[in-house]
């Protein structure tokens, strides 16, 4: 079991940055991939970022790529979304997620929800143009 807790979201003006912030707790949080997600009103929750396990490999939506970064601290059991050019469309609850990481794992599995088995309870991020 892994206990995932979020913070750091808040309103900010578009172009601004916010820094999300997952703290992990229980089993071994260095062997977990660990994941970004949002859900905006009536949309359904979409990737965002991901990081493996070690934090050499990182993996961001289209739609955010170039004004994010993912980075984790296995030492403090955290990870960290570096959120850049923030945009009203990116307005959201984001989630951090924690799952099982594998070699040779595709890449489309860090992209996937289902692939993530703990979940935190979000924290609101909202751009105001």
């Known amino acids: 079991q892994v206990h995932v807790v979020e913070s750091g979201g808040g309103a900010v003006q578009a172009g601004g940055s916010l820094r999300l912030s997952c703290a992990a707790s229980?089993?071994?949080?260095?062997?977990?991939?660990m994941g970004w997600f949002r859900q905006a009103p009536g949309k359904e929750r979409e990737f965002v970022a991901a990081?493996?396990?070690?934090?050499?490999?990182?993996y961001y939506a289209d739609s955010v790529k170039g004004r994010f970064t993912i980075s984790r601290d296995n030492a403090k059991n955290a990870v960290f979304l570096q959120m850049n050019s923030l945009k009203p469309e990116d307005t959201a609850v984001y989630y951090c997620?924690?799952?099982?990481?594998?070699?040779?794992?595709?890449?489309?599995?860090?992209?996937?929800?289902?692939?993530?088995?703990?979940w935190g309870q979000g924290t609101q991020v909202t751009v105001s143009s």
């Open positions: 990081i493996n396990w070690a934090g050499g490999s990182t």
């Open positions: 997620a924690a799952g099982p990481d594998y070699p040779m794992m595709a890449v489309a599995t860090y992209a996937d929800l289902t692939a993530y088995d703990y």
């Open positions: 229980g089993r071994t949080f260095s062997g977990y991939a």
